[in-house]
C-alpha cells in the first residue's frame, strides 16, 4: 500500500509534525538547516517527497526556484492552500523513482527525513535519477536516521500510534533501525555502509555526514 499518499497525508501528515517532541523538532530543524546551508542564492531545488511543504518556506527564502514533488494529492492540495503566498514554488503529483524532468534541470535535489527507505521504491534507481535531473556541479542529499536517535525516533513513531496516525507497533519486529506496524507499515534506515554500497561506481563525488547525532547525509556531488 502506498502508505503516505493513502493514509498518512494531509492533516494526518501535519498532525504528525505537530505532536513531535522538543527533540525531534531539533533533529526536524538540524536537518532543514543542513540542507539550506547547502543552496546558493537563485538555485533551483527540487524537493522529493515534500508532503504538504513543510520545508518549503524556509528553501524559498534562498532558491530561486522550489519544486516540491509527492506521490500524495491530499498532501499537495493541502500544500497549495498554505503555500498560496510563495511565489517562488510549485507543487506536484509525481513518483521521485521515475521523475517528469529533462536531464541537468536542477542545481540542488533532496530527499531527506528517511526519504530514501520511506519511499519503499528501489533506492538504487532513486539514486541514478535524483542525479539525471541534476546539473553538473550541483549536488544531491539524501539522508536517514543515525543510530543515535533510535530512542527519541521511536517514541515519536510511538505517539504517532496513540494518536491512531499509524497502527499499533509490533515491538517483537520493531529494532535494529527498523520500525513495524500491524496495520502493515514498515520504516527502514540507511546507514553509512548502505549509502557507500549504494553510492559505490557512480561517477560523482560521496560524502557521508552524521548532523545533530539524529540524521546521517549522503551527499553526492555531480562532476
Same mark, same amino acid.
Given at each position: 500500500?502506498?502508505?503516505?499518499? @493513502?493514509? /498518512?497525508?494531509?492533516?494526518?501528515?501535519?498532525?504528525?509534525?505537530?505532536? #513531535? +517532541?522538543? *527533540?525531534?523538532?531539533q533533529y526536524l530543524d538540524a536537518e532543514t538547516e543542513h540542507v539550506v546551508g547547502k543552496i546558493k542564492p537563485g538555485d533551483t531545488v527540487i524537493d522529493l517527497g515534500c508532503g504538504y511543504g513543510r520545508i518549503i518556506p524556509r528553501l524559498a527564502e534562498t532558491a530561486?526556484?522550489?519544486?516540491?514533488?509527492?506521490?500524495? *494529492? @491530499?498532501? /499537495?492540495?493541502? $500544500?497549495?492552500?498554505?503555500?498560496?503566498?510563495?511565489?517562488?514554488?510549485?507543487?506536484?503529483?509525481?513518483?521521485?523513482?521515475?521523475?517528469? !524532468?529533462?536531464?541537468? %534541470? !536542477?542545481?540542488?535535489?533532496?530527499?531527506?527525513?528517511?526519504?530514501?527507505? #520511506? !519511499?519503499? %521504491?528501489?533506492?538504487?534507481?532513486?539514486? %541514478? @535519477?535524483?542525479?539525471?535531473?541534476?546539473?553538473?556541479? =550541483?549536488?544531491?542529499?539524501?539522508?536517514?536516521?543515525?543510530?543515535?536517535?533510535?530512542?527519541? *525516533? /521511536?517514541?515519536?513513531?510511538?505517539?504517532? #500510534? &496513540?494518536? =491512531?496516525?499509524?497502527?499499533?507497533?509490533?515491538?517483537?519486529? +520493531?529494532?535494529?533501525?527498523?520500525? %513495524?506496524?500491524?496495520?502493515?507499515?514498515?520504516? +527502514?534506515?540507511?546507514?553509512?555502509?548502505? !549509502?557507500?554500497?549504494?553510492?559505490? $561506481?557512480?561517477? #560523482?563525488?560521496? @560524502?557521508?555526514?552524521?548532523?545533530?547525532?539524529?540524521?546521517?547525509?549522503?551527499?553526492? &556531488?555531480? *562532476?
Amino acid at each position: 500500500m502506498p502508505y503516505y499518499a @493513502e493514509r /498518512l497525508s494531509g492533516l494526518r501528515l501535519k498532525r504528525v509534525y505537530e505532536i #513531535a +517532541t522538543p *527533540r525531534v523538532r531539533q533533529y526536524l530543524d538540524a536537518e532543514t538547516e543542513h540542507v539550506v546551508g547547502k543552496i546558493k542564492p537563485g538555485d533551483t531545488v527540487i524537493d522529493l517527497g515534500c508532503g504538504y511543504g513543510r520545508i518549503i518556506p524556509r528553501l524559498a527564502e534562498t532558491a530561486g526556484m522550489v519544486v516540491g514533488i509527492d506521490s500524495s *494529492r @491530499e498532501s /499537495l492540495l493541502l $500544500g497549495r492552500r498554505m503555500l498560496a503566498e510563495i511565489p517562488n514554488h510549485h507543487l506536484l503529483c509525481m513518483d521521485a523513482a521515475s521523475l517528469g !524532468f529533462d536531464e541537468s %534541470v !536542477f542545481d540542488v535535489v533532496i530527499c531527506i527525513q528517511n526519504g530514501i527507505s #520511506a !519511499f519503499h %521504491v528501489d533506492q538504487s534507481r532513486l539514486i %541514478v @535519477e535524483s542525479m539525471r535531473v541534476t546539473k553538473r556541479g =550541483g549536488i544531491v542529499l539524501f539522508s536517514s536516521y543515525s543510530e543515535k536517535f533510535w530512542d527519541h *525516533r /521511536l517514541s515519536w513513531f510511538e505517539q504517532q #500510534a &496513540k494518536e =491512531g496516525l499509524l497502527g499499533e507497533i509490533d515491538c517483537e519486529k +520493531t529494532g535494529d533501525g527498523v520500525i %513495524v506496524c500491524n496495520d502493515g507499515f514498515t520504516a +527502514t534506515t540507511v546507514d553509512a555502509d548502505k !549509502f557507500r554500497s549504494l553510492t559505490a $561506481g557512480l561517477h #560523482a563525488e560521496i @560524502e557521508i555526514e552524521e548532523i545533530d547525532d539524529s540524521s546521517l547525509f549522503c551527499e553526492i &556531488k555531480i *562532476r
